[in-house]
């Protein structure tokens, strides 16, 4: 179940900012309140569940001290065999050594996945992500810009900004795998309200949590149910002649792919 701190995290990631009132204007209206369920009333135990009660009472009890007169028998209390035998069942072999009980399970909070990255988006149709925290160094940027037009790409290399998961530090985690990919696909629903229509991911570099968030298989992203494709880091791609060679075939097929989404877009004059 989604918290009221997680839900908050959410929408951070969405870029909405949510306030919250912290004095109560004079003569303001009422905020609605919610309908809480009442709890039931517990229903009435049953005469054979009160002797079961009692039978359990008596076995937890220590030993009473030997007295030299008997109580008077209005005051003596239940005894587990009468209990026994009222509700039908054998007696217990004293004898017997009873079995401790497991200790309860803790159920402390799960680590939260961690993970960081520099998005981008190329005309508002392919994301660009770099993997990693550190923002691109201007000379990756210019080698980026030029892996594009090699590829055929005429669009300008728009800007990035950075996204970071958690967003905030000290929440509870239950499920971190699965409330990352919530806030990672809220994020990314919330740049459609800056234009962003995303058809394809380019990825470059490669992260473990990263990784296992987005769900790459194949050419495919799980997670945003995209087309995807990954490349070296830029800064591998800057270091290394033969990476670059190595890696045009498959710039020109992504060319190829964004002038055949170009000519399937709707002519919108």
């Known amino acids: 179940m989604t918290t009221g701190p997680q839900r908050l995290q959410y929408l951070e990631a969405m870029g909405l900012t949510a306030w919250v009132a912290r004095y109560a204007l004079p003569n303001a209206r009422p905020t609605p309140a919610c309908d809480w369920e009442l709890p039931e009333a517990p229903a009435a135990e049953a005469p054979g569940e009160r002797l079961h009660a009692l039978l359990e009472e008596a076995r937890e009890a220590p030993a009473p001290a030997p007295a030299e007169a008997e109580p008077p028998r209005a005051a003596r209390q ?78 300008p290399l728009p800007v990035f900004q950075p996204f970071r998961w958690p967003l905030q530090e000290g929440l509870a985690v239950h499920e971190p795998r699965e409330e990352a990919r919530e806030g990672l696909r809220a994020f990314i629903d919330g740049t459609r309200r800056r234009g962003w229509s995303p058809e394809r991911l380019l990825l470059f570099g490669s992260e473990p949590a990263l990784d296992e968030v987005l769900g790459l298989e194949g050419e495919r992203c799980l997670l945003l149910e995209l087309p995807a494709w990954r490349g070296p880091a830029l800064g591998e791609l800057a270091e290394s002649a033969a990476a670059k060679r190595e890696l045009l075939p498959r710039l020109l097929d992504l060319g190829e792919a964004w002038r055949e989404a170009a000519e399937e877009a709707p002519d919108e004059g």
């Open 78 to 155: 239940a005894r587990p065999g009468m209990a026994r035998a009222l509700l039908g069942e054998a007696p217990v072999d004293k004898t017997a050594v009873a079995p401790e009980p497991a200790a309860p399970e803790a159920q402390a909070s799960g680590e939260a996945l961690r993970f960081a990255f520099q998005v981008a988006c190329l005309e508002g149709r392919w994301l660009l992500v770099l993997a990693g925290e550190r923002a691109p160094e201007p000379v990756e940027l210019k080698l980026l810009a030029n892996l594009l037009r090699a590829a055929g790409i005429a669009a």
